[in-house]
């Protein structure tokens, strides 16, 4: 949490710089794969659940209590929907996301929460990303934006 703790001056900081009205988004980052073991998971003795519930539990202590946090960007947890189904890795090394579909469903999930727009109505997706991991990804997202906080499993079935 300390890290957190500069979070409000920040922000009014970045605020104070701003010509025009500034809205804050604090985008929610997701888990390393738990295939590797690196500092941050070996601190949590290799226990993902646990790291996901402190970085859920900042979240809500130092973040979402934030009146100048506008909006809360789940992009971690669609990554944690999306690792629910048969999707395979979303990361290129286990923590940087995957170029096709990792940065895709984060992108899915960014820009539909910061304009609003209904994720399967997005139609774009890159072109080696198949038609499963692409409804994976409209299913992760929207479950992320109705629980931001909560992984919820995949129905999507290949």
């Known amino acids: 949490c300390e890290c957190y703790e500069k979070l409000t001056p920040l922000i009014e900081y970045l605020k104070s710089l701003a010509s025009i009205e500034t809205k804050i988004a604090f985008n929610l980052t997701w888990l390393g794969e738990s295939t ?3 500092h941050e998971i070996i601190s949590y003795g290799g226990n993902m ?3 996901r519930e402190k970085l859920v539990e900042v979240t809500e202590k130092m973040v979402l209590s934030d009146p100048l946090v506008d909006l809360l960007v789940p992009t971690g947890t669609a990554i944690e ?3 629910t189904s048969d999707i ?3 990361t290129r090394d286990c923590y940087h996301l995957s170029v096709d579909k990792g940065r895709y469903i984060a992108g899915l999930a960014f820009v539909s929460t ?3 727009l209904d994720a399967a109505k997005i139609a774009w ?3 080696n990303v198949d038609e499963y991991a692409v409804r994976v990804a409209i299913e992760a997202t929207k479950n992320a934006q ?3 906080l909560k992984i919820t ?3 999507i079935s290949k």
Request: proline share 8%; net charge positive.
């Open 153 to 155: 499993r995949s129905r």
């Open 146 to 148: 109705e629980n931001p």
């Open 114 to 116: 910061v304009t609003g």
């Open 81 to 83: 929907n999306a690792r």
């Open 36 to 38: 590797r073991q690196h």
């Open 88 to 90: 395979g890795l979303l």
């Open 49 to 51: 659940a646990l790291m």
């Open 125 to 127: 997706a890159p072109d």
